[in-house]
């Protein structure tokens, strides 16, 4: 069974970040970019407890040919992604935390030191199947 795939907003800031950068050293890069993500994306959903846990409730998935990494968790029936990371970026921007949602779920989930703690609510999480591709 696959589980739902859900994205937080500030790893889908994060994935087109690094697309945009990746588009303006060469044109169609970006699209190389996505290829790998969805490959990641793709394997962390046939087998999220495969990847190695990283800090409680946290996993990482290195994409092939970038320096990034998608780290996720995986509460409950769904794969959240928490961020899309460069290597050369500090771990320790990374706190540990856990939120209750709206709806009462608690998610072990992190956040960034500069955007503060604050109560996630389920419509800050974002299904989708795979990260938006720019507009052409």
């Not at 500030?10 to 990746?22: D, G, I, P, R, S």
């Not at 996505?34 to 990847?51: C, I, K, M, T, W």
């Not at 040919?65 to 290597?87: A, M, N, Q």
Request: glycine residues 6%; contains cysteine.
């Amino acid at each position: 069974m696959t589980l739902r795939l859900v994205y937080r907003p500030k790893a889908l800031e994060e994935v087109a970040e690094a697309a945009q950068w990746y588009e303006e050293r060469r044109i169609g890069l970006s699209a190389e970019f996505f290829a790998a993500l969805d490959a990641a994306v793709a394997s962390v959903q046939n087998g999220p407890l495969l990847y190695p846990m990283i800090s409680r409730g946290m996993r990482r998935a290195v994409l092939r040919r970038f320096p990034y990494s998608l780290i996720f968790s995986v509460p409950g029936d769904e794969i959240v992604v928490l961020g899309c990371v460069h290597w050369r970026q500090s771990p320790r921007r990374w706190l540990e935390v856990e939120f209750v949602t709206a709806s009462g779920r608690t998610l072990a989930l992190t956040t960034l030191p500069a955007m503060g703690m604050r109560e996630v609510r389920d419509d800050d999480l974002l299904p989708v199947r795979s990260a938006p591709r720019p507009a052409a």
